[in-house]
């Protein structure tokens, strides 16, 4: 079975309760909805307090390239603007909806049927899901129609898919691709249609032996379309990693997935891309998982985005009363949440909650030099060296240890025996020596 | 709403793996009992005691240098004291006086560890600066070595008998003149230097036992085969060589692996992970400049052993065997 070459830890995976149905969360009160939700220039609303808006309606306005607009997840009456804490705690402009009913927008088809002919051509597709606000829900949030347009120079060959979900617990991906393999399909279709290839390997860990079935004979019916089963390994569902275990090919320091002919994009999108280009239905919902070690039962649910925290957790029975940690994503790369006012998006696959005994770090010793983040870093860095020299300061050294190749999966602090903040050494060595490029650039 | 300020917030990852440094050291401690036994059976209780003495004086300065100059607890929960007093006992004669045993542990802890800031900073390797320095200081205690006295063969509480090692022997026998035939008439039998019943170190003597600990320590990762199969494998070759060249004037390289300190600083000594390099090329390198420069100084140098030099010197190459060894990147930019 085919997997990454350097590096990489085995995480026990946790994926707790995958047998249960997904199911529909119950419309919250009020939604609060993030004017951005991608990665690259933010968005400005273009609706005011008082506005009646419908499921999809847009609600903002970006002419930036690297961009995607919002969509309302509610009917209703907007209620204010304001700024609110997003996951990682910081004030963020919002949209306040207050629901009333579920009226959706005339031009969305919401019949349950499966829309299998693409009528649409190639850039009549990434006008549409440039359209619908679709980014990449694996969690970076990556605009989508910006990947459909390789530069001029580059030609994409392989449409790689990402049914990995290597983060321990996370299992939304996994009930995608058993209730949705048609949908996920013909997404892809579109997509090869849009990017101009031939063949589509989707890639999905051994631990998930359903979804590799399932998706296996659904893909069958489709043309180019394979399924890769891969050994499990974390972080494969990492961009680089997915394509060296599917490809065998190596994306080179600073260049993109097109440079080496990929384009890589999660399932969850790929449905979302479905949905866009075939009924026309913009990106105003997605699977999130609602999981801990503690919880009773724990579901994946289909949430409309702004949702709180609060009602996702009042779902599934509310706290457990030992309750220490709450994560939105995974425990590998999640961000730990200060409170359950956060509100869902785009990218938010999950939410974790840890008990107190499990939400503490463990207690810090000395680097006994033993060499396990070196072995486990799956760029072949050496995050020791670019941990310490981060934390001297010494950031001439930081860059020249090649911190700008990391990719913050956090193999290093999750094996280090020392129990070491390596990772968030090396975050802030990689803010730092990004600022200090971009300076020397600027000059 | 009401839980909010409880939530531990913190980076991630949230998760963390199954190692600890506390893991690692009793491994080490596990990986380390077979030849203890070993030694308990050759040497008697008096094996334990000088055991007893160096792990009790390491910890002891541990929490003493703490409380002196750094005005703390001691740092014992890491079990490196522990690991430090256990290896410098392994190195000693069984013979040695128990006061030496304790001031070897005061340079072990006070110059070869907290000299240089304690646990991960230092260059050398704590428990060889403390053999050596009482190789240096005390030539005759510490080659005074007690010859194996097998615990059922009867005469447990008799006065312990001495005598030279293997390498003692063959160091002098062709120092004199004798041919390697001569030497190894006086010699005990493979079998005999493989079980360890022959004069030694406490630990250094078995090489069996030291090698069922090396392979439970490969199983537990807490070592990679990379140093030992270098150190040996280098020994092995560069002593072959030798021995093919001038067959009566150098021992064979089985020989060479057997006796002294060879298995012992091979799989417990060059391969701790402080004094050793960070990547698996580096370690190959640091490996077999031990080998070679063990069957240099056995050889050639003026002492029959050369184990303890040999780990400390390329100790002293570590910072530039990191720097010159870098591990394998994902994709260079072309």
């Given at each position: 079975m085919k997997t990454f070459s350097i590096g990489g830890v085995h995480p026990h995976d946790q994926k707790l309760n995958t047998e249960a149905p997904a199911k529909v969360l119950p419309l919250p009160k009020q939604v609060c909805v993030m004017v951005s939700q991608h990665l690259g220039a933010p968005s400005q609303p273009i609706v005011a307090k008082g506005d009646k808006v419908k499921v999809g309606t847009v609600l903002t306005q970006n002419d930036a390239f690297l961009s995607a607009v919002v969509h309302s997840p509610v009917s209703g009456t907007v209620n204010k603007i304001a700024d609110i804490p997003d996951a990682s705690n910081y004030p963020k402009p919002a949209i306040f909806i207050d629901v009333e009913g579920d009226e959706w927008e005339e031009s969305i088809d919401r019949s349950p049927e499966i829309k299998r002919e693409i009528t649409l051509d190639g850039p009549a597709i990434i006008q549409r899901v440039k359209e619908m606000g679709i980014v990449?829900?694996?969690?970076?949030?990556?605009?989508?129609?910006?990947?459909?347009?390789?530069?001029?120079?580059?030609?994409?060959?392989?449409?790689?898919?990402?049914?990995?979900?290597?983060?321990?617990?996370?299992?939304?991906?996994?009930?995608?691709?058993?209730?949705?393999?048609?949908?996920?399909?013909?997404?892809?279709?579109?997509?090869?249609?849009?990017?101009?290839?031939?063949?589509?390997?989707?890639?999905?860990?051994?631990?998930?032996?359903?979804?590799?079935?399932?998706?296996?004979?659904?893909?069958?019916?489709?043309?180019?379309?394979?399924?890769?089963?891969?050994?499990?390994?974390?972080?494969?569902?990492?961009?680089?990693?997915?394509?060296?275990?599917?490809?065998?090919?190596?994306?080179?320091?600073?260049?993109?997935?097109?440079?080496?002919?990929?384009?890589?994009?999660?399932?969850?999108?790929?449905?979302?891309v479905y949905q866009a280009v075939q009924k026309n239905m913009p990106l105003v919902q997605r699977m999130v998982t609602v999981t801990g070690p503690e919880v009773p039962e724990p579901t994946n649910f289909w949430a409309r985005f702004g949702t709180p925290v609060s009602e996702f957790i009042a779902a599934v029975g509310g706290l457990p009363e030992n309750t220490g940690k709450v994560i939105s994503g995974g425990p590998?790369?999640?961000?730990?949440?200060?409170?359950?006012?956060?509100?869902?998006?785009?990218?938010?696959?999950?939410?974790?909650?840890?008990?107190?005994?499990?939400?503490?770090?463990?207690?810090?010793?000395?680097?006994?030099?033993?060499?396990?983040?070196?072995?486990?870093?799956?760029?072949?860095?050496?995050?020791?060296l670019i941990a310490s020299s981060a934390a001297v300061k010494d950031f001439g050294l930081t860059e020249k240890a090649r911190v700008m190749d990391c990719i913050e999966c956090g193999c290093c602090q999750f094996t280090c025996p020392s129990n070491r903040p390596l990772l968030d050494c090396l975050k802030i060595g990689k803010a730092t020596v990004g600022k200090i490029i971009r300076a020397r650039n600027a000059k | 709403m009401a839980n909010n300020n409880k939530w531990v917030i913190s980076g991630a990852p949230h998760v963390h793996g199954p190692e600890s440094v506390t893991k690692i050291m009793w491994g080490v401690v596990i990986a380390l009992i077979p030849a203890f036994l070993v030694s308990f059976y050759f040497f008697g209780l008096r094996a334990l005691l000088v055991t007893f003495v160096t792990v009790v004086s390491c910890l002891f300065f541990e929490v003493l240098i703490n409380a002196l100059f750094f005005k703390r607890p001691g740092t014992l929960r890491d079990g490196s004291a522990m690991i430090t007093g256990l290896l410098l006992a392994l190195n000693l004669p069984a013979g040695i006086p128990l006061w030496m045993a304790a001031v070897g542990a005061l340079i072990a802890i006070g110059i070869g560890k907290w000299a240089y800031g304690g646990l991960g900073s230092n260059p050398f390797n704590p428990a060889l600066v403390g053999r050596v320095f009482l190789l240096i200081s005390f030539p005759v205690a510490m080659t005074t070595w007690t010859l194996p006295r097998p615990l059922f063969g009867g005469g447990f509480l008799a006065d312990a008998v001495t005598g030279p090692t293997p390498l003692a022997i063959a160091k002098e026998g062709l120092k004199a003149g004798q041919s390697v035939g001569d030497v190894m008439s006086q010699l005990p039998a493979?079998?005999?230097?493989?079980?360890?019943?022959?004069?030694?170190?406490?630990?250094?003597?078995?090489?069996?036992?030291?090698?069922?600990?090396?392979?439970?320590?490969?199983?537990?990762?807490?070592?990679?085969?990379?140093?030992?199969?270098?150190?040996?494998?280098?020994?092995?070759?560069?002593?072959?060589?030798?021995?093919?060249?001038?067959?009566?004037?150098?021992?064979?390289?089985?020989?060479?692996?057997?006796?002294?300190g060879m298995m012992l600083g091979a799989i417990f000594m060059a391969t701790d992970m402080v004094t050793s390099p960070m990547t698996c090329g580096g370690k190959l390198i640091f490996g077999c400049g031990c080998g070679v420069l063990t069957i240099l100084i056995r050889t050639f140098g003026a002492y029959p052993e050369g184990v303890s030099f040999a780990i400390l010197i390329m100790n002293a190459f570590v910072p530039l065997i990191n720097r010159a060894c870098k591990p394998e990147r994902f994709a260079l930019a072309k």
């Open positions: 990449g829900m694996g969690g970076a949030c990556f605009p989508t129609h910006v990947k459909l347009m390789p530069p001029k120079d580059a030609k994409a060959e392989f449409l790689l898919l990402n049914g990995v979900e290597c983060e321990p617990y996370l299992t939304c991906d996994n009930r995608l691709m058993l209730d949705h393999a048609e949908e996920i399909m013909i997404g892809a279709t579109a997509l090869m249609k849009a990017l101009n290839v031939s063949q589509t390997i989707i890639g999905i860990e051994a631990n998930k032996p359903a979804a590799i079935k399932h998706m296996t004979e659904v893909a069958a019916g489709f043309a180019g379309i394979k399924v890769q089963p891969l050994k499990m390994k974390y972080p494969q569902g990492a961009e680089k990693q997915l394509i060296k275990a599917l490809t065998g090919r190596a994306v080179p320091s600073g260049k993109l997935p097109i440079n080496v002919g990929c384009v890589v994009d999660n399932v969850a999108t790929c449905y979302a590998m790369m999640g961000k730990a949440l200060c409170s359950d006012e956060a509100s869902s998006v785009k990218g938010m696959s999950g939410i974790l909650i840890l008990p107190e005994k499990q939400a503490h770090r463990r207690e810090v010793y000395p680097c006994i030099r033993c060499g396990k983040c070196v072995e486990a870093c799956p760029m072949g860095l050496e995050p020791y | 493979y079998s005999d230097l493989f079980f360890g019943n022959m004069a030694g170190s406490i630990g250094e003597i078995s090489a069996i036992a030291l090698l069922i600990g090396g392979i439970y320590m490969l199983c537990r990762k807490i070592i990679t085969w990379h140093i030992p199969v270098a150190f040996l494998g280098s020994a092995f070759v560069f002593a072959g060589i030798l021995w093919c060249c001038a067959p009566d004037k150098f021992m064979d390289p089985v020989f060479h692996l057997l006796t002294g």
